[in-house]
Nanobody, 117 residues
Framework: QVQLVESGGGLVQAGGSLRLSCAAS????????MGWYRQAPGNQRELVAV??????GYADSVKGRFTISRDGTRNTVYLQMNSLKPEDTAVYYC????????????WGQGTQVTVSS
């Protein structure tokens, strides 16, 4: 059973930075894609950033401020968040996708990010 464990959330002032980590219990190379989603109260979960062997992608709202990366030796995916805004406040979830006999999604438990104004 694959496990994804997020860490790095917390409280930060607007304009500050945080780095989220997502540690996988197995090799991250086994995932076709890995990404970060977020969900604010009353909102649907939305894709923030994704990384595949072909590159990276970002939501328009975070382009130029957030960077997704991965370290295969540590089986960890990161989300560097700079110039944080109060509207970035949400629970951030790590996601991994495997395309084996269909699409399988794996999720972490989430980590809270709160940006104060």
């Amino acid at each position: 059973q694959v496990q994804l464990v997020e860490s790095g959330g917390g409280l930060v002032q607007a304009g500050g930075s945080l780095r989220l980590s997502c540690a996988a219990s197995g090799s991250i190379s086994s995932f076709n894609a890995m990404g970060w989603y977020r969900q604010a109260p009353g909102n649907q979960r939305e894709l923030v950033a994704v990384i595949t062997s072909g590159g990276t992608g970002y939501a328009d709202s975070v382009k130029g401020r957030f960077t997704i990366s991965r370290d295969g030796t540590r089986n960890t995916v990161y989300l560097q968040m700079n110039s944080l805004k109060p509207e970035d406040t949400a629970v951030y979830y790590c996601n991994g996708v495997r395309l084996i006999g269909g699409t399988r999604n794996y999720w972490g438990q989430g980590t809270q990010v709160t940006v104060s104004s």
